[in-house]
Every structure is written in structure tokens, then in C-alpha cells.
């Protein structure tokens, strides 16, 4: 949710200005060009040491982009770009003008931009889409040489995080030097400071001391993080105007599905995880009131199959979540346009939530509408779980004679004890949920760094025996600068470069590997994934399923293989499950047939 952006040097050496043109990076510009919509004209001139650069910005209009990223194999699921409707909220309640693109970097869009004419094109990326977020703005600088080009989101955050946290300084480098197009990065969350930014600029002040902003001061960076929004009930609701809403669907099932996002950071620590890089320690969230007023909002406009609340810590306020389902209830949403709602939980969640004997909230839950939870369950590796630091979230379920014997015994042993109670864990919390109707989403990351295929075999035959799993979802282990594990896989020398010996960015998307680790990382993935959903495992419980609950398990069942007959059409054992799941369909929902 975040736009960052740094002041990059133009020029080492103070360029001649003529009469009737100004300087704007290393470029003379007309100062007497027109523009469609001329609202104000500002020349904000930013002293760096021995540089002089005369950024002009024609009118108030700002143009907000986030590079599409197509949906990864696993889920399929095309995601609205959360982060810039925020900030886009943000800017127009300021009094800007504000268009919002979410597409493809090609030509239209490039042509788009131009027309709409923007003072300032503020880019949200991702580490995936990072090389299409740069030459986007090389694009637009070309054709609109006078707007300031400012880069955001996870990835520029994630760079200036890896360069102040001394883990490397390459990443950001590359957003500041090297022909970079951006003449502004913001770190941290972006939802004011890009207001500040522009305030600052349309006074002629220099943005030197506002945190977030990062810029250039000849050889030398200048890097800050923005501050928390504390209270995020002080931020406009995100808006969706311009935004190509009905392409936002699971490619599963065809139904729409819109997100939502409440809260920001999270209680615990994966080293493989962004959050804290960008929105620090401590979950804040907003009101459970405002949360429903924007549910309804979305649910009244767009009339969505489906929202997932992307709250990074949905269950981190047990007390919120039966605020937000009491509010939810309250309004018949589900009753009245048939949307329901998908969120995230932990391991430790349900744990507690079970042991507190608090299966009524999964019952509210149920009965408002919520559907499926997705659950990290990453490793049945337990190198990998303790590099992930999931063993400190592991320990505090085990009794306290559990937690005894572990200390007490050599590491092998730790190791054994570690995976088989977390496995006891996992199973726990999926049959918890399903008893009260909930579906859980495993996911299981393949890939990590220092991990052996064979590793990766083992530990996947004890995530296949999880039973009642319906929906798995394998990621492949992707590390994002600034993260907790970045530095030691940076300096690892395992991650694929492109061929002119920068980082390949487009490799960082969880569905192809960023390392080299000397196997083929996607083929085995899909190997993987093949073998889960063709088990016999997972055919005996999905007759059990369809028996209990034909009329609901179908449809997740028919969507689940008909995606995976799109992606491996060739495997027979998928083609049978899909002719065997028709036929159900033609016997009127028995699942006796299966």
C-alpha cells in the first residue's frame, strides 16, 4: 500500500538554462509546451550536494499504476491492485486529479497515460512486475518528458530496507543509478507521504527531510522510511473508478472476487515474509464498523461471487473478528447478495481458537458467509521450518512437558519431535475448521534455498498425508530484498542473473525459481502438485466430501481439476477425475460415483 520514491542526481554538473526552456534531468524542456489541462504550474528546484535539478510539473494530475502480474498456476486468481485505490483515495481527497491503471506495460497503456497527461506518474510494484514498472517510466519519460515519475510499493521498500539493514546495496542501486527513470523513491507506506511529496514540490520546497522520501545526493544515498499510518481509520476508502473491475476473477470458477484489505503488519516473524519489511511490528487495523462500511460498499457496487479479506493478520484481534462478523450479520450481506468471504489464518489460530473451545466463531463465521481460510503451513522440513522461524511459532503449542522433552534431546531427535508435531497440528486445524464448515487452503512452499529435491520429496509426502486438505496452494519459495532470509540468499550466489548481470526480477513471482539450486524448481512443482491432487489420499476424501456435501464440494472439486486440466492437459489421471466428476454432475450431485 505504498508509493515510494527517490530523488535521483540529474546531472553531476549544473546544465545551462536558456530563456523560454527549463532543465528536467539531463533533458532542455520547452517551458512554453502545452498541455490539455494546465490547472497550475510548478518549478520546484532541489539542491543536492554540487547538483542543481529543475523538476517541472505541469497541472495537478496523477497518474497511479500498477503493472499487472498475470495469476500464478497454483491459484489462478486475478487480484485488484489494493495498493494504489488506497493511495488514489488519498490523493483525490487531497484535491488531485487521479486515474488508475492496472494493465500490461505495451503501447495502449503507455497511450493511455499520455492522454490523460499526468504532472506525475507515481508506479506500485511488486518484485515480479519491478522490470515492467521500469520500463513503463522509461516509455512515459520518452513521451512525457516533463512529469516525475516516482516508484512504490513492496519492492522499492524492500530495496531500501536490504540497503539501510546492511544486507546489500546492489537492489537499490539499480533503482537510483544505472539509466534509472525515476527521479523520486518512496519507502514505507505511501498513503501520505506521496501527498507530502507534491506539497512539498508545489512549494518549491526541497523533500530532503520527509521520511520515506529517498533520493540521490551525487555518489551518496539519502534513505528514510515513511512513517506508520497509526490510525488507518483517518485514510479515505479505497476507490475503484477506472480499475478493469470485472477482470478480477478465479480462473477456477469464473467468479468474481474482490478484495479488501483491514489491517496492516503481523504478530509473527517468517523470515521468507515481506510484511514486516514494509508495514513494521505491531497489526493495526481499522474499526470493525469502517471495515463493514466498506464491504458493503463494494459488495452494493460491484455484486462480487466472492471477497478475500488480504489481511496479512485477519485473526491477530480475536475481539475484532467477532466485531467484523457481529457487523457483518447484522447487514445480511451474505443473505442479501450472496457474497461470500474468504480471509487468512495461522496454524496458531485455530489452535487456540480450539483449545479456548471457540468453534462458535467458525459457526458465525460460517453463517455470514466466510468459506474458506488459506493457512501458511510452508515446511514439513525442519531445517527449513527453523529458518522460517516457524519453530518459535511451533513450540508454544506443545504442552509443557513437550516443550521439556525437546530441549532435553540431541537434534535429531528435535527434528523428528518438531515435524511430527507440527503434522499433528496442521491436521488438527484442518479438521477443526472443517467441522464447522469451513475449507482450509494449505499452503506448502517447494524450493527453498539449500534444500535438496530429495528434501523436498520428504517433506512433501507428510504435507500429502494431511487428510481433508482440499485446496492446496505451492508456492515456489521466492526471497524479497529486504525480507529476513534476503541477505544470506543474496550472498549465497544462487540467485539468476540476466544477462547483462543484474538480478532477473521477473523470476521473483512464486510460481518460477530465483535461485538456481540445480534442479528444475517449476517442473517439480508441478510434478508435486499433480501427485497431491491425483492421490489416493485425496480421491478417498473427496468421495467422503461429495457424500457429506455434494451440492457445495462439487463445485470446489469440478473448478479445482477443470484448472488443472488447462494447465496439464496431457496427464490422464486428471482427464479421469474430470469425466468422473461430470458424470456426477449428470447423476444429479451423488457423490457415490466418484
Not at 499487472?68 to 484535491?95: C, D, Y
Not at 487521479?98 to 497527461?117: C, T
Not at 504532472?119 to 512525457?144: D, E, F
Not at 471477497?307 to 484481534?317: C, H, N, P, R
Request: with cysteine.
Amino acid at each position: 500500500m505504498t508509493l515510494q520514491g527517490p530523488l535521483v542526481p540529474c546531472t553531476s554538473t549544473p546544465l545551462p538554462t536558456f530563456r523560454g526552456w527549463g532543465v528536467f534531468g539531463d533533458r532542455a524542456i520547452p517551458n512554453n509546451s502545452k498541455k490539455p489541462r494546465i490547472e497550475a504550474v510548478l518549478t520546484a528546484i532541489i539542491f543536492s550536494k554540487n547538483t542543481i535539478g529543475y523538476f517541472c510539473a505541469v497541472n495537478s494530475c496523477i497518474a497511479l499504476v500498477q503493472p499487472h502480474i498475470p495469476a500464478g498456476p497454483s491459484l489462478g486468481i486475478e487480484k485488484s491492485p489494493v495498493s494504489i485505490q488506497i493511495i488514489a483515495a488519498q490523493l483525490q481527497t487531497a484535491g488531485y486529479s487521479v486515474q488508475m491503471y492496472h494493465a500490461g506495460v505495451d503501447e495502449a497503456l503507455v497511450r493511455d497515460i499520455v492522454q490523460f497527461n499526468p504532472s506525475m506518474v507515481g508506479i506500485s510494484a511488486m518484485t515480479a512486475n519491478y522490470t515492467q514498472a521500469k520500463l513503463l517510466a522509461r516509455m512515459l519519460k520518452h513521451s512525457l518528458p516533463e512529469a516525475i515519475m516516482v516508484l512504490g510499493g513492496w519492492h522499492a521498500t524492500g530495496c531500501v530496507q536490504a540497503y539501510l539493514n546492511n544486507q546489500e546495496t546492489e537492489s537499490a542501486h539499480e533503482m537510483f543509478f544505472c539509466n534509472s527513470p525515476f527521479d523520486y523513491i518512496v519507502a514505507g507506506e505511501g498513503d501520505r507521504i506521496l501527498i507530502d511529496l507534491c506539497s512539498c514540490l508545489s512549494d518549491g520546497r526541497q523533500p530532503h527531510d520527509l521520511p520515506g522520501v529517498c533520493y540521490a545526493a551525487g555518489a551518496e544515498l539519502k534513505l528514510s522510511v515513511a512513517e506508520q499510518v497509526l490510525d488507518l481509520d483517518t485514510l479515505s476508502d479505497p476507490i475503484w473508478k477506472g480499475l478493469p473491475v470485472d477482470t478480477y476473477r478465479d480462473q477456477r470458477t469464473g467468479m468474481l472476487d474482490l478484495s479488501c484489505h483491514f489491517n496492516r503488519a503481523c504478530r509473527f516473524a517468517c523470515g521468507f515474509c515481506a510484511t514486516p519489511t514494509m508495514y513494521g511490528r505491531g497489526v493495526r487495523r481499522m474499526s470493525a464498523h469502517r471495515a463493514v462500511e466498506q464491504i458493503e460498499h463494494v459488495v452494493s457496487t460491484f455484486h462480487p461471487h466472492v471477497i478475500t479479506f488480504t489481511d496479512e493478520d485477519f485473526f491477530a484481534s480475536v475481539k475484532w473478528v467477532e466485531q467484523l462478523v457481529a457487523l457483518i450479520e447484522q447487514s445480511s450481506l451474505h443473505d442479501r447478495f450472496g457474497v461470500s468471504f474468504d480471509s487468512f489464518a495461522s496454524v496458531n489460530d485455530l489452535y487456540q481458537l480450539e483449545k479456548n473451545g471457540r468453534g462458535d466463531l467458525l459457526d458465525r463465521m460460517k453463517g455470514v458467509g466466510f468459506n474458506s481460510l488459506t493457512i501458511g503451513i510452508e515446511s514439513f522440513n525442519p531445517h527449513i521450518l527453523r529458518t522460517y522461524n516457524k519453530e518459535l511459532m511451533i513450540l508454544p503449542t506443545m504442552s509443557r512437558e513437550q516443550q521439556q522433552q525437546y530441549r532435553q534431546v540431541d537434534t535429531i531427535t528435535q527434528d523428528r519431535l518438531l515435524v511430527n508435531h507440527y503434522l499433528e497440528c496442521v491436521q488438527r486445524a484442518i479438521t477443526f475448521a472443517q467441522q464447522h464448515g469451513l475449507i482450509i487452503v494449505g499452503d506448502y512452499i517447494i524450493g527453498n534455498l539449500d534444500e535438496t529435491i530429495e528434501q523436498v520429496r520428504n517433506g512433501f509426502v507428510k504435507f500429502m498425508q494431511l487428510r481433508d486438505l482440499h485446496v492446496a496452494y505451492l508456492p515456489v519459495f521466492t526471497p524479497f530484498p529486504g525480507t529476513a532470509l534476503w541477505k544470506s540468499v543474496y550472498h549465497s550466489g544462487k540467485l539468476i542473473r540476466s544477462q547483462d548481470g543484474t538480478l532477473d526480477w521477473s523470476r521473483f513471482d512464486a510460481s518460477k525459481s530465483a535461485l538456481d539450486l540445480g534442479y528444475d524448481v517449476e517442473s517439480l512443482r508441478n510434478e508435486l502438485e499433480v501427485a497431491f491432487y491425483t492421490s489416493e489420499r485425496y480421491q478417498q476424501d473427496m468421495k467422503a466430501a461429495l457424500r457429506h456435501d455434494g451440492s457445495t464440494k462439487l463445485a470446489l472439486f469440478r473448478s479445482r481439476f477443470s484448472r488443472l486440466h488447462c494447465l496439464f492437459p496431457d496427464n490422464v489421471l486428471i482427464a479421469q477425475r474430470m469425466e468422473e466428476l461430470d458424470a456426477t454432475v449428470a447423476l444429479g450431485l451423488g457423490g457415490n460415483t466418484v
